[in-house]
């Protein structure tokens, strides 16, 4: 019989998220390099070895946040594409794009975490993939679900991939089942666009630039799409 966690369980559960939460917003004071358990330990009141007990390293927090933040826009694209008919298959992409946006726009530190400058010294743990690839299976079941659909109709007059990429992107291919080779690279080049964009957003790229971001972004993701072969919607 489950009787639920005990009390130390749970008292050690509320901690490690006060410890997360002070880290999160030091990512948005002091950036990813900031990071410092001495001075969390200081606002939670605490000796900074109570806090090692918890997070042993810097590292170890930075990868906490990083699947955290993962999961977390992980989650905003799920609940995106579930929202929409299966067989939209352009809305669900339009969708999914969305939501990486908004998603960027809310957590601009957590996204810059992420998609940002590598923290120097760290090597994200094999514990960060997963939720790393949760928006891309979203991704590229919307793109195989149209292929084996028969709703993918991509426009001609595009370069083919190198021959060496049939060796390559074996990761992403294994998101994108049965598609052939050159809509997988399309649909690598639409993806990475999308990360271009928000990156260029977030990061300001686009001030006293752009100013409707949003009418541009609609344009871009529709852009995109067709290059997959997703019809404009």
Do not use: K
């Not at 900031?34 to 330990?41: D, E, H, K, M, T």
């Not at 998609?115 to 793109?143: E, H, L, N």
């Not at 089942?177 to 790229?205: H, K, N, Y």
Request: aromatic share 10%; proline share 6%.
């Amino acid at each position: 019989m489950n009787v639920g966690r005990t009390a130390r369980e749970r008292a050690r559960a509320e901690l490690t998220r006060e410890i997360t939460a002070i880290g999160r917003r030091q990512l948005g004071t002091e950036g990813a390099t900031g990071l410092n358990l001495r001075a969390i330990a200081r606002e939670l009141g605490m000796v900074s070895s109570a806090v090692y007990r918890y997070f042993p390293s810097r590292d170890e927090l930075l990868t906490a946040l990083i699947i955290d933040a993962y999961n977390a826009v992980g989650e905003a694209v799920e609940q995106a594409d579930a929202a929409c008919a299966r067989d939209d298959h352009a809305g669900r992409w339009c969708a999914v794009c969305h939501a990486v946006r908004d998603w960027a726009l809310a957590h601009p530190h957590e996204y810059a975490l992420l998609y940002g400058s590598p923290v120097p010294g760290y090597q994200a743990p094999a514990d960060t993939i997963a939720p790393a690839t949760r928006d891309t299976a979203v991704y590229g079941r919307i793109i195989s679900e149209a292929y084996a659909a028969g709703a993918l109709a991509p426009p001609d007059g595009f370069p083919t991939p190198p021959p060496s990429f049939s060796g390559d992107a074996d990761v992403v291919r294994e998101l994108m089942p049965g598609l052939p080779d050159d809509l997988v690279a399309r649909a690598i080049a639409a993806w990475t666009g999308l990360f271009g964009f928000v990156s260029f957003e977030v990061f300001g790229q686009f001030t006293n630039v752009i100013e409707d971001r949003r009418a541009l972004f609609d344009h871009q993701v529709r852009t995109w799409g067709r290059l997959t072969g997703l019809p404009e919607g």
